[in-house]
């Protein structure tokens, strides 16, 4: 099973490692040409240990039968919308996208099979080769587009945590969900995942935050319940969110994917997460 990665951020080189593991025959599409020349030189180097995984960066070199995992942020989407509509057709694409806004990049491309998956593994990026697994997790897919069977062979890779789900809009808005609780929170705080559950204050503002949207959305029992997010961060505790390291990194943060997405979704005011949202709005490079 051929699966060619794009982008070579945290969860791209932690997903490629993981599925190297699994038995994957895989290969990273990387941006720039010096990180895929150390990536070749000197393998991704997951927890200390090396993997040889080959990294290029035309698409060209992508195989005809092989996986397309877009592990790039959403905002990297739109340039890469031609080369999508050029290799959907054949190569089954998956998008790995925090938010939904993706659904529309998804919905415009003409046909193939397309899928999304949230990717629940705490991945930490020590360098442009190097990434630490902070949190053992599951990848839950749901289809977009086209035919279920192309992906199952994710389900039967050995050690390898695929979940199938039946309704992408419920899996990727439960997604959403989570990362409007935990990602802005630790981005002001600058706390890890597992602080916001041992730091009084911190965990305060989190149940604030979860009740707040539980008025604004009752079906975040069910899909999300409490327990989860408290579970999740324990799980990745050791992980700064994508949105704490964006911030420290000085890069454009998420917040339009994620939380003026629930801003905008929401039935009612939601007053302490559009305060979270000015406020690292204000503070954005
Ligand atoms: O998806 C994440 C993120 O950091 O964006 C979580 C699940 C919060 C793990 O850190």
């Given at each position: 099973?051929?699966?060619?990665?794009?982008?070579?951020?945290?969860?791209?080189?932690?997903?490629?490692?993981?599925?190297?593991?699994?038995?994957?025959?895989?290969?990273?599409?990387?941006?720039?040409?010096?990180?895929?020349?150390?990536?070749?030189?000197?393998?991704?180097?997951?927890?200390?240990?090396?993997?040889?995984?080959?990294?290029?960066?035309?698409?060209?070199?992508?195989?005809?039968?092989?996986?397309?995992?877009?592990?790039?942020?959403?905002?990297?989407?739109?340039?890469?919308?031609?080369?999508?509509?050029?290799?959907?057709?054949?190569?089954?694409?998956?998008?790995?996208?925090?938010?939904?806004?993706?659904?529309?990049?998804?919905?415009?491309?003409?046909?193939?099979?397309?899928?999304?998956?949230?990717?629940?593994?705490?991945?930490?990026?020590?360098?442009?080769?190097?990434?630490?697994?902070?949190?053992?997790?599951?990848?839950?897919?749901a289809l977009?587009?086209?035919?279920?069977?192309?992906?199952?062979?994710?389900?039967?890779?050995?050690?390898?945590?695929?979940?199938?789900h039946e309704d992408a809009d419920r899996l990727l808005f439960r997604?959403?969900?989570?990362?409007?609780?935990?990602?802005?929170?630790?981005?002001?705080?600058?706390?890890?995942?597992?602080?916001?559950?041992?730091?009084?204050?911190?965990?305060?503002?989190?149940?604030?935050?979860?009740?707040?949207?539980?008025?604004?959305?009752?079906?975040?029992?069910?899909l999300?319940?409490?327990?989860?997010?408290?579970?999740?961060?324990?799980?990745?505790?050791?992980?700064?969110?994508?949105?704490?390291?964006?911030?420290?990194?000085?890069?454009?943060?998420?917040?339009?994917?994620?939380?003026?997405?629930?801003?905008?979704?929401?039935?009612?005011?939601?007053?302490?997460?559009?305060?979270?949202?000015?406020?690292?709005?204000?503070?954005?490079?």
């Amino acid at each position: 099973m051929k699966v060619v990665i794009v982008g070579a951020g945290a969860v791209g080189l932690l997903l490629a490692c993981i599925l190297d593991e699994a038995g994957a025959a895989v290969q990273v599409l990387a941006r720039q040409k010096q990180q895929a020349r150390i990536i070749n030189e000197q393998g991704i180097i997951k927890d200390g240990h090396r993997h040889n995984v080959p990294a290029f960066t035309e698409w060209t070199e992508i195989p005809s039968d092989a996986f397309i995992l877009l592990a790039v942020k959403y905002d990297a989407l739109d340039e890469l919308v031609p080369a999508l509509k050029r290799y959907a057709p054949y190569n089954p694409v998956v998008f790995l996208q925090n938010g939904m806004l993706h659904l529309r990049v998804a919905e415009g491309l003409p046909h193939g099979d397309i899928a999304a998956a949230s990717v629940e593994h705490g991945a930490l990026k020590i360098s442009g080769n190097e990434v630490r697994h902070t949190g053992n997790g599951t990848v839950k897919w749901a289809l977009l587009k086209g035919r279920q069977q192309k992906f199952l062979p994710f389900t039967k890779l050995e050690g390898f945590r695929a979940e199938w789900h039946e309704d992408a809009d419920r899996l990727l808005f439960r997604k959403v969900l989570l990362n409007g609780i935990i990602n802005p929170l630790t981005a002001i705080t600058a706390l890890k995942n597992g602080e916001l559950v041992t730091n009084p204050y911190a965990f305060e503002l989190m149940q604030r935050v979860y009740a707040e949207l539980d008025r604004a959305f009752p079906e975040i029992k069910t899909l999300l319940p409490f327990e989860e997010v408290t579970a999740l961060c324990k799980a990745t505790a050791e992980n700064k969110s994508s949105m704490l390291m964006d911030r420290q990194a000085g890069r454009k943060m998420e917040l339009d994917t994620i939380v003026l997405y629930l801003l905008e979704r929401s039935p009612i005011e939601l007053p302490l997460l559009k305060a979270f949202y000015q406020l690292l709005k204000s503070i954005e490079v």
